[in-house]
């Protein structure tokens, strides 16, 4: 563990609980180190730490529209990867008919966000449904293929050499956020074994960002059972039970689903507001310096900052996966190409 040093410190106006009771007419910003678990301090400003007027330079803050993205693919090889660094890598793949292959990632884990469709996924290990909202964990080396009932769009988020964890809850216990018995893993059912055929099928391996074909005489997910601790794994993000307080708005890291070495994934799902009048009701500014985040849904927005005290609703009713990355991501062609330039300039004004 990293011995910090620590020396905390009250100079000026300032709140005595972090995140709560604010100065009149002030912002406060907290800068932190190692996330939300080193050391850290709140400033407490004038002016909104976002109101600029002018932002130019790499460090802007950057939207990606993929709904902008064309086309379909059969393999998720071929899906446009968008973000990565030496740990993750991240692809919008989009698939509108049955895959006639298997696909093999020997590069690492992948985590599939189920962004829209219905269908069923067959591996190793056996058979499961899935549906919108589902993580489907895939162990790496997992040949594994998708039936559409409707066209999936997903989001693949892959541990590069590296594999997936449950994050450690603390204080709440194992069972808090989700229990581990909410995993569901695949089955060697009916459906599984009609699909075993002895006609030919095509595996694709992805391996230090190469594919390879390997091509068999039959159906190579012909397993007839197993047993271990390695499978497949799926959980709903509406079967997630945030952490909450009704005194003080968590920090992102409470809402993490699942970790690897060098990155976490957080969902966030719909929760109640908190009621202490003196409470942020929305994400509070930070200089997280030392992660790179990406969020499909972005906040504190100027918009939402009207919010900060006082909310228009009981509730959040928005679903979010967030990936905070230790180490800088770079951005591919495929999301240049699909940037909304003008987002830097959407935070102007945010008095």
């Known amino acids: 563990m990293k011995r910090y040093i620590h020396f905390p410190k009250v100079e000026g106006q300032a709140s005595r ?19 939300f678990f080193g050391p850290a301090t709140q400033l407490y400003h004038r002016h909104p730490p976002t109101g600029w007027v002018n932002f130019e330079g790499p460090l802007r ?15 998720p090889w071929s899906a446009p990867e968008l973000l ?15 895959m006639t292959q298997l696909a093999r990632n020997a590069d690492g884990d992948d985590l599939m966000f189920v962004h829209a469709g219905s ?18 964990l895939i162990p790496r080396g997992t040949m594994w293929r998708v039936e559409c009932a409707q066209p999936l769009t997903a989001l693949l988020i892959e541990a ?13 216990g194992p069972h808090a956020i989700f ?9 060697i059912d009916d459906a599984f074994k009609d699909q075993q055929d002895d006609s030919e099928w095509r595996v694709t391996i992805k391996r230090r960002g190469a594919v390879s074909t390997v091509t068999y005489p039959f159906n190579p997910l012909d397993a007839v059972g197993w047993h271990g601790d390695l499978s497949v794994a799926r959980i709903n993000v509406k079967d997630l039970r945030p952490l909450m307080s009704h005194r003080y708005h ?9 970790v690897a070495d060098r990155f976490v994934v957080c969902t966030f799902v719909p929760r109640p507001f ?72 959407s935070w102007k004004g945010s008095k």
């Open 84 to 98: 990565h660094n030496a740990s993750v890598r991240l692809r919008c793949w989009r698939l509108a008919a049955n």
């Open 17 to 35: 609980q972090a995140h709560a009771d604010l100065p009149a007419g002030t912002y406060e910003r907290e800068i932190s180190k190692e996330g």
């Open 250 to 258: 968590l920090p992102p890291s409470a809402h993490t689903t699942f």
């Open 119 to 136: 269908g069923e996924f067959f591996c190793d290990y056996g058979h499961l449904s899935y549906e919108t909202g589902d993580y489907i």
């Open 61 to 75: 803050p950057h939207a990606f529209d993929c709904t902008k993205l064309s086309g379909t693919q059969e393999s």
């Open 179 to 187: 229990d581990a018995a909410m995993l569901d893993t695949p089955r």
């Open 160 to 172: 590069t050499n590296n594999s997936y964890r449950l994050p450690d809850k603390g204080l709440v």
């Open 274 to 345: 908190e009621s202490d009048p003196g409470a942020m009701k929305v994400p509070f500014f930070h200089n997280n310096d030392d992660y790179d985040e990406v969020l499909f849904y972005h906040g504190p927005h100027p918009k939402a900052l009207k919010n900060v005290f006082q909310s228009a609703k009981p509730a959040t009713d928005e679903y979010a996966v967030m990936i905070d990355t230790r180490d800088a991501l770079e951005i591919s062609a495929a999301a240049a190409e699909i940037e909304w330039p003008a987002y830097v300039d």
